[in-house]
């Protein structure tokens, strides 16, 4: 388990992979697992205007 | 558990009968109205067609039982609830008679003078996630407002945090038709409620002291009258002591609210539903909160929104019975809403 970086929830590993982006369950936003061992997200990268260039 | 609704014909009255009729374990047994004593049910509630056998019966024609709703107009619950209550009945009044504790309140708000002080000592006021504990041993529950509900929910936390200090909260209410009962009056008129969006009590609003009551907070309340049926969304202006960030928010809230069966915090990153609203309420006993913290101004922004006839009244009352029989909180209020309506 860890915390969602923008609301403080918890939020279970449930068998992610490093890079996995997921969703918090309570407030919505995305969210990459970091690393697996510990479980450790961050909130993930919204797409900028020049991605995908 | 027999149960009946004292007003039966209006619109909080019929959201009763429905959600009554589908409590299993409530048997309505009697339904009263002046106007349409006589009359089936479903003349009065056409959503309620073969849902009941039961007709409207006067009020000089109630006889004692178990669990008595009063959907009465404010002032008419009082005189009654005496009554009720030395024929042994459990009663759940709806109107605003028994929600103040403080007569002079009565006299500011309502113009009504009140001596039966110790009867309103004696009745908890009916809202499960703040006296849930009291409402247990009640004989006496006074429902709150639509209004107040949502304002109360969604003000609480930060006041019992100590957060609001001596400031005031801003709350700007709206809320739709039904919320104004079903006796006809020029403001229900189609040609005025079309379009509507009318500030019907900039300053002054009766709710005002139920909502000052429950959360100890000074309010200054706007009512507007917007073009929607059913629904409340209360939006709260708050200045706290010390900032808020929008984490915090949530710790606070899911604190508060996190065990609660009927509160939802919504407030989410995306998508067009990122905060609570009254639309896909209709019908629940749901009250949606969410958050925003505005660092710009130091401001604290909630919003609370329900069903007025739903957790704003009629949904909200038989919660409360839950809790004082002893019945899973949830009995008979399973509806989760329509989505699109």
């Known amino acids: 388990m860890t915390e969602c970086p923008t609301c403080?929830?918890?939020?279970?590993n449930d068998e992610k992979i490093v890079g996995e982006i997921f969703p918090c369950p309570d407030c919505g936003t995305e969210l990459e697992v970091l690393t697996t061992a510990p479980f450790a997200v961050e909130t993930a990268p919204k797409e900028a205007e020049d991605w995908g260039e | 558990m027999k149960a009946a609704v004292v007003g039966g014909s209006g619109y909080v009255?019929?959201?009763?009968?429905?959600?009554?009729?589908?409590?299993p374990e409530v048997e309505l047994t009697q339904v009263t109205s002046e106007t349409m004593a006589g009359k089936p049910i479903a003349k009065a509630h056409p959503n309620l067609r073969k849902a009941t056998r039961l007709q409207f019966v006067p009020r000089t024609e109630l006889q004692p039982t178990d669990v008595t709703f009063l959907a009465t107009p404010h002032t008419e619950s009082a005189p009654i609830v005496p009554g009720l209550l030395d024929g042994g009945s459990l009663v759940i009044d709806l109107s605003a008679d028994f929600r103040l504790k403080d007569p002079a309140a009565y006299a500011h708000y309502y113009r009504t003078e009140r001596t039966d002080t110790a009867l309103l000592a004696d009745a908890v006021f009916g809202l499960p996630e703040l006296h849930r504990d009291q409402l247990r041993r009640?004989?006496?529950?006074?429902?709150?407002?639509?209004?107040?509900?949502?304002?109360?929910?969604?003000?609480?936390?930060?006041?019992?945090?100590?957060?609001?200090?001596?400031?005031?909260v801003v709350i700007d209410a709206k809320s739709g038709s039904s919320a104004s009962g079903r006796d006809a009056g020029p403001a229900g008129l189609h040609a005025e409620r079309s379009g509507v969006m009318r500030a019907y009590a900039?300053?002054?609003?009766?709710?005002?002291?139920?909502?000052?009551?429950?959360?100890?907070?000074t309010v200054a309340l706007s009512c507007h009258a917007v073009e929607a049926v059913r629904g409340v969304l209360a939006t709260v202006h708050a200045f706290p002591t010390e900032p808020l960030e929008?984490?915090?928010?949530?710790?606070?809230?899911?604190?508060?609210?996190?065990?609660?069966p009927f509160v939802r915090l919504v407030h989410e990153a995306d998508g067009i539903h990122r905060e609570p609203e009254p639309k896909i309420l209709a019908g629940t006993n749901f009250c949606d909160l969410g958050f925003a913290a505005d660092p710009h101004t130091r401001r604290t922004v909630v919003l609370g929104a329900l069903d007025n006839l739903g957790k704003g009244a009629a949904g909200n009352a038989v919660q409360c019975l839950n809790v004082r029989a002893g019945f899973p909180e949830t009995t008979g209020l399973g509806f989760l809403g329509l989505h699109p309506v």
Do not use: D, M
């Not at chain 2, 809230?253 to 065990?259: F, I, L, N, P, W």
């Open chain 1, 8 to 12: 403080a929830a918890s939020v279970a």
């Open chain 2, 246 to 260: 929008e984490k915090g928010l949530w710790q606070l809230y899911r604190r508060a609210y996190g065990e609660e």
């Open chain 2, 138 to 168: 009640a004989r006496l529950i006074a429902v709150p407002g639509c209004i107040s509900t949502a304002a109360i929910l969604a003000v609480r936390p930060l006041a019992a945090a100590g957060l609001l200090g001596a400031r005031p």
């Open chain 2, 202 to 217: 900039p300053a002054g609003h009766r709710h005002t002291a139920e909502i000052e009551q429950e959360t100890g907070a």
């Open chain 2, 13 to 23: 009255g019929g959201e009763l009968v429905r959600l009554l009729l589908g409590h």
